[in-house]
């Protein structure tokens, strides 16, 4: 097993998520959570206040899930303007969120979060329905993209497209809220992945195994497949 993984986004106020994902090899988490300070102390743990009304928008690092309320929308935004926050924001998770924000406000989740000027200063976090537009923008914009595949696939919000951008985006994987992961472990998420994108793709290795170690690993194992299966 390689010296350790990375999850890119845990949704949790529970500690004991971060020593399970610990037993399961991984050494640096992002965790999106209501009680910051439950975490800030446990190590290789960067922190990020989850902003569910503009009240919230008073921590460094915070994790936008919704982009309906336009009053938190713009809290958030003068957090990151004002104060250089860190942002990670969820944007075409799923088809209806594209939707609602469409009728809401005449654009994509992406090119939103872009004519708001967080694009390029936050990451995104399900991309399940990214078209070709959105690619280009992140890409220009360079902004990471987190997939969380075992919630995308249990909550039915489909699978992400992943072979048109693992070469132009900088890709990470997240357990998300764990429900569909409950140990956390990042070699699940990758597993997930490479299957539905073989699903999706109708072909055998869709994603080059290097590729997807990549998204929360340092290093591909020199048995990617048997490490990938085995557990």
Not at 56 to 83: H, I, N, T
């Amino acid at each position: 097993m390689p010296d350790g993984y990375f999850n890119s986004f845990l949704l949790s106020d529970d500690p004991s998520d971060v020593e399970n994902g610990r037993r399961r090899g991984v050494l640096k988490f992002n965790v999106a959570t209501r009680f910051p300070e439950r975490f800030e102390k446990l190590s290789g743990v960067s922190v990020y206040k989850l902003a569910e009304r503009p009240s919230d928008c008073d921590y460094d690092a915070l994790a936008l899930l919704s982009l309906k309320d336009e009053a938190l929308v713009d809290a958030v935004a003068d957090r990151v303007f004002g104060f250089n926050a860190r942002l990670i924001a969820a944007a075409d998770y799923c088809l209806k969120e594209i939707g609602d924000i469409e009728v809401k406000y005449g654009l994509p989740p992406v090119q939103l979060l872009d004519k708001l000027g967080l694009l390029e200063r936050s990451s995104v976090v399900g991309g399940v329905a990214l078209d070709r537009d959105d690619v280009d923008l992140m890409r220009q914009r360079e902004t990471k993209l987190i997939l969380c595949p075992t919630c995308s696939l249990g909550y039915g919000f489909g699978m992400p497209h992943v072979k048109a951008y693992i070469d132009k985006l900088d890709l990470s994987l997240g357990t998300g809220d764990n429900r569909f992961n409950k140990n956390g472990c990042l070699l699940a998420e990758a597993r997930a992945l490479y299957l539905g994108s073989n699903c999706d793709m109708r072909s055998r290795n869709s994603i080059p195994y290097d590729k997807l170690f990549k998204c929360f690993s340092s290093v591909c194992p020199d048995l990617p497949e048997e490490l990938l299966f085995s557990l």
